[in-house]
């Protein structure tokens, strides 16, 4: 997970209000990364970016919720390169907390970074080694060590080498004998330098270990990212104050995860991180609350699976489209508790919006009919739904149950209902708050989503592989009836 919460920095930022009073940014933190912890797998990894005003105790709710033993490392960035004149001191960079679900699980999956183009230059093969390119491992002297690694040595050319006087060898004799033996240890062209214990590139770890201190040039600048919005990815919208560069999710997502993995951002922005998974071949979800879902995020995923994004890491990664996304709105809660304490149907609801609600909270395709007023939605040519607020009397009853007939089944979500269920066999009779409830998994520590990759290309994106995800809720469904419209379960819920 990469979340970039609003940094509550006093700053009015056009679209997020960045200044909120601290108590209340603490509390809207703590809940969001509670409800995020409950979503981890045991080897996932929660990766948050923050400046000085918040980090500091942004580190004591992550240790309370996380238990330090899951810290793993707090990154600095070089956000900006440049200096400020306005100000007392210049800020160059932001914090990067890592904390792990399990860090003993997370250790033994998290990634090595790739090697820079300057760090392979380092190794080099002079001597033509047949073993390929090498680095200088143990070699020279220094000025501390046992008189045990003060041993002269015989060089190739006859001459004979020891450290000068208050030196020591870096290497034992034991360790020079057996590297000789194995022909890994280099004398200079002419057999008459001292002595270097190669270091194989094919003897090292595939990529290297990631450091604490993360420059500009690896990791990206704030206005690189404006840039590219600028000039290659909306021209026409104003970006945020301070977009994340890709290059800086791309680090995270190398280190974190692996292709093919969900990638999580609850704080959407302008789609970063979503385009950056999609880019690296992983799966992802974001949420976005705020009109730049609309503004910002849609058309920048849109040119991402077009091939029309040419900024960030599109070249380094050698993206050129593909793939899509689908995008659900968030439905007003269906229940709410009356004075008394009772659940009852929310009244941001009409009757039409009930019964699509309902049709997805039990897995129907909600298509009502124009002729048949029971056949509100349904789940195969002879399984149907009705919905209703009404109570339903047997006599009712009995006339659906007529009506449906022995060859088609109806499930009845109502009110509240009369007489006994089990009389009509061909009717499955539930009270609509009661329907819902037992569907709702409030206070668990696994949500237990079922995430499926996409069948195909969407929102007219071109034939590819699919790096985006439709995330549906677990549900119970009845046995007699076939599976659910899984494509279909939110969308269409305002």
């Given at each position: 997970m990469f979340i970039d919460p609003p940094y509550n920095t006093g700053s009015a930022f056009e679209h997020y209000d960045d200044g909120v009073e601290h108590s209340l940014w603490l509390s809207m933190f703590r809940d969001r990364v509670e409800l995020l912890r409950r979503l981890?797998?045991?080897?996932a990894s929660l990766w948050v970016t923050l400046d000085d005003n918040e980090v500091h105790v942004a580190r004591c709710v992550l240790d309370e919720i996380f238990g330090r033993a899951n810290f793993v490392s707090t990154i600095v960035w070089e956000k900006d390169k440049g200096r400020r004149n306005d100000t007392d001191i210049s800020t160059a960079h932001d914090y990067v907390c890592v904390y792990a679900k399990d860090r003993r699980r997370w250790a033994i999956t998290r990634n090595l970074l790739p090697r820079t183009e300057d760090q392979l230059k380092r190794y080099r093969n002079p001597d033509n080694d047949p073993r390929g390119p090498w680095l200088q491992g143990d070699n020279g002297t220094a000025k501390s060590g046992s008189e045990k690694a003060r041993f002269p040595v015989v060089l190739p050319s006859g001459r004979v080498v020891q450290p000068p006087s208050g030196n020591f060898w870096r290497f034992s004799e034991e360790n020079l004998n057996r590297a000789r033996a194995e022909g890994r240890v280099h004398f200079?062209?002419?057999?008459?330098?001292m002595p270097v214990i190669k270091r194989y590139l094919t003897d090292v770890q595939d990529g290297v270990v990631p450091r604490t201190w993360w420059?500009?040039?690896?990791?990206?600048?704030?206005?690189?990212?404006?840039?590219?919005?600028?000039?290659?990815?909306?021209?026409?919208?104003?970006?945020?104050?301070?977009?994340?560069?890709e290059q800086l999710v791309r680090q995270v997502l190398q280190i974190a995860t692996n292709p093919g993995d969900i990638v999580l951002d609850s704080f959407a922005g302008s789609g970063t991180t979503g385009a950056v998974a999609h880019k690296m071949g992983r799966r992802w979800i974001m949420i976005e609350l705020g009109?730049?879902?609309?503004?910002?995020?849609?058309?920048?995923l849109r040119k991402v699976i077009d091939g029309k994004d040419t900024g960030g890491i599109t070249q380094s990664v050698n993206w050129n489209g593909g793939g899509g996304?689908?995008?659900?709105r968030l439905a007003p809660s269906l229940l709410e508790k009356d004075r008394y304490g009772n659940w009852v149907v929310s009244r941001d609801y009409n009757s039409a919006m009930l019964t699509e609600a309902v049709c997805k909270h039990e897995g129907f395709l909600y298509a009502p009919s124009d002729t048949v007023?029971?056949?509100?939605?349904?789940?195969?040519?002879?399984?149907?739904?009705?919905?209703?607020?009404?109570?339903?009397?047997?006599?009712?009853?009995?006339?659906?149950?007529?009506?449906?007939g022995p060859d088609r089944s109806l499930l009845v979500c109502c009110a509240a209902y009369r007489g006994a269920a089990e009389e009509f066999l061909n009717l499955t009779i539930k009270k609509i708050p009661h329907a819902v409830l037992h569907r709702c998994e409030w206070g668990r520590d696994d949500y237990s989503l079922s995430v499926a990759q996409l069948p195909g290309p969407i929102d007219d994106a071109p034939e590819g592989e699919a790096g985006a995800v439709t995330v549906r809720a677990a549900t119970k469904k009845r046995g007699r009836k076939a599976a659910a419209q899984g494509p279909e379960l939110f969308e269409g819920i305002e």
């Open positions: 981890m797998t045991d080897d200079g062209a002419g057999g008459d330098s420059t500009a040039e690896e990791a990206g600048t704030n206005q690189d990212a404006k840039r590219d919005h600028l000039r290659k990815l909306l021209p026409d919208i104003e970006p945020f104050a301070t977009p994340k560069p009109d730049h879902a609309h503004t910002h995020i849609i058309p920048r996304f689908r995008y659900f007023y029971w056949q509100q939605g349904h789940s195969t040519e002879r399984d149907f739904i009705y919905v209703t607020t009404q109570t339903l009397s047997r006599q009712q009853l009995a006339q659906l149950s007529e009506e449906v």
